[in-house]
């Protein structure tokens, strides 16, 4: 009864929040626009504020921070390690490479997206080849992946840093790896937003066996699941989502791994509840965020920056009231 | 051997070293006759450009980028120097080996609050000296060129470069005055157009030298700037011209809708910064800005403007790079 009553209660204040975004704006619009909008006789402007620009930037930012969470919490129970975050296996540090690679190479923003896209998964697969290559050691060694592969593109993307021309390609590059949702576009939302919801779909899908694998990979097989292919579905699938997040508005830290933290706090462990609290919460939070930096200044404060300044002290806080702890 | 190096650098260059004070302040001792010499970034290499390119021991990026057209109009020689990077954007310097490795007698400084004490920190004690000049600021640019011409030896050439910075900054004030209404513009940067810089930026301190007024109100933050706008407050505010310097964002700008629905499209008031042989307003601020800025006073305000823009462009190239500019060769340099 509480479980669809917390989810309800999240969906209307993300709803809620997601209209009073759509409300405010740099560009004035008057209650009788707002009518006008509604009944289709608006002007030319205020539908495009509206429809082009707020409406598109609302939605990608609640996808990413639902994405950026959902993954992170299905991190972290897979892992068994609550500071886990979805840039373990090299996901962000990959699809940085990739954007740096594509700005570097070409003028062409869907390149950039693409290598961005491409280069998330090959990192993550690069980690995974190495733990491959020791059959059987487990989880441990898939982390070593993990931390070779980040290590491995961060110095990649510090190779392309060097190599950049510091007039034009570097601002972009430095900017755009400090997340932005100023440049999402309809046309970028349209590809990225299917599957990104697949993603978090299969991620839910697969909650009831997150949970079995918390419990850790002897238990799991004890009873039953077969602990390779739900990891390597899981894993496939955050990455994913991961690798979309980044295409669609630069490297966002800390949501991923604060989000999942704050509901596990209010939720507890259970992944079936866990995952969609997550979800909703983060795009909550992500869009929060977003519309703060999109009105707070004549230019915007990149959002990377303003998810750590908002999130640590909320963090803190939410830590010394914490009741529920793991597991 | 480092030492070796070091020691026999300053045998060489106690000789006939002469004191300066350098336009920071600082006094520093300077060989006579400098023939090899580093420019610590784009700005202050391009002036060494203007007095004695062959004295250059690198450049700092390659004369030809997104951002500058160098090798149309500038001496050829300069193509084939060596890439020595530099101390400006997120370059991350240049190094102290291949400069002395190349026995360079002097590197000219940016006086940039952001650069301040790099160049210093990153030479770790090498015996190159440094002298800080002001590259970018149009204000100072005669002092500039008058200290430079005393550097090289060459105060003819300093004095005719300073007289016509002081010309061209006149020329402004007294349009400014003139200007009753300023228009606002909203500088456009980036492959998306939206990036730009603040108004108290030195990236962007152009605008209002050419009698207009920056839309975008902010504090300058690092020394790359490009600070995010976002599209509904361009619309909110409807600047009264666009300025662009990306050229694959000139091309769209004006077959996209949402950008339609500025103003400053609609009436085509958008304008392309040319960069032969470098850019004529920024990355990097230099003094190409005395044309530039010119350029954009005429363009925004013809009816205050009361030069001939094409033939003060020619001037300038031949002034300044020696160069007798041919009608078609400044045609092809304005266009994207």
Known sequence: MSRTLSISALTGVLVLSMLLALGIGKYPIGLDTWSALLQGTAPDIAGSVVFELRLPRIIAAVLVGAALSVSGAAFQSMFVNPLVSPSLLGVLAGASFGSALGILLSESWFVVQLLTFAFGGIAVLFAMGIALMYRGSGILILVLGGIISTSLFTSLLSVIKYTADPYDQLPSIVYWLMGSFALVERSTLLGVALPMLLGIATLMLLSKYLNVLSMGDDEARALGVNVRWIRIAAITAATLISSLTVVTAGVIGWVGLVIPHIARMAVGPDNRLLIPTSALLGGTYLLLVDTLSRTMFDSEIPIGILTSLVGIPAFVIILRNAKKGWG | ?336
């Not at chain 2, 008058?146 to 050439?157: A, C, N, S, V, Y």
């Not at chain 2, 108004?199 to 933050?221: L, P, T």
């Not at chain 2, 020696?322 to 340099?333: A, F, I, N, V, W």
Request: proline letters at 6%.
């Open chain 2, 1 to 336: 051997m480092l030492r070796m190096i070091l020691i026999f650098l300053l045998l060489g260059s106690t000789f006939h070293a002469r004191m300066i004070t350098d336009m920071a302040g600082r006094s520093v001792d300077v060989e006579a006759n400098l023939t090899r010499v580093f420019g610590s970034s784009p700005p202050t290499t391009y002036l060494v450009v203007l007095f004695k390119p062959e004295a250059l021991v690198g450049l700092n990026f390659p004369l030809d980028n997104p951002n500058n057209r160098g090798s149309d109009i500038l001496d050829a020689r300069l193509k084939t120097l060596p890439i020595l990077k530099g101390w400006h954007g997120n370059a991350g310097g240049s190094s102290a080996e291949k400069l002395l490795e190349r026995r360079t007698q002097l590197i000219i400084g940016w006086n940039n609050a952001f650069l301040n004490n790099m160049i210093e920190k990153s030479l770790h004690g090498a015996d190159i000296p440094v002298i800080y000049v002001e590259p970018d600021d149009m204000q100072k640019l005669p002092a500039t060129f008058r200290f430079l011409g005393k550097l090289f030896e060459k105060e003819q050439r300093g004095e005719a470069l300073a007289s016509y910075a002081e010309t061209v900054n006149s020329r402004l004030a007294s349009l400014r005055k003139g200007v009753k209404k300023p228009k606002s513009v909203y500088y456009a940067l980036g492959p998306k157009g939206l990036n730009s810089e603040c108004d108290n930026s030195f990236h962007a301190n152009f605008i209002e030298a050419a009698g207009a007024v920056n839309i975008n109100h902010c504090e300058q933050s690092s020394l790359i700037g490009m600070e995010a706008v976002s599209f509904e407050s361009l619309l909110a505010r409807q600047p009264d011209a666009i300025l662009v310097q990306d050229r694959n964002f000139y091309r769209t700008i004006f077959d996209d809708p949402q950008w339609g629905l500025l103003r400053a499209v609609k009436e085509k008031a958008v304008y392309y910064v040319p960069k032969t042989p470098i850019n004529w307003l920024d990355r990097p601020p230099s003094f190409m800005r005395l044309i530039g800025t010119q350029w954009l006073a005429a363009t925004l305000y013809p009816e205050h403007f009361k030069e001939d823009l094409n033939a003060e462009i020619t001037r300038f190239f031949d002034l300044f790079f020696g160069r007798s500019l041919e009608e078609q060769q400044r045609r092809k340099m304005m266009q994207p």
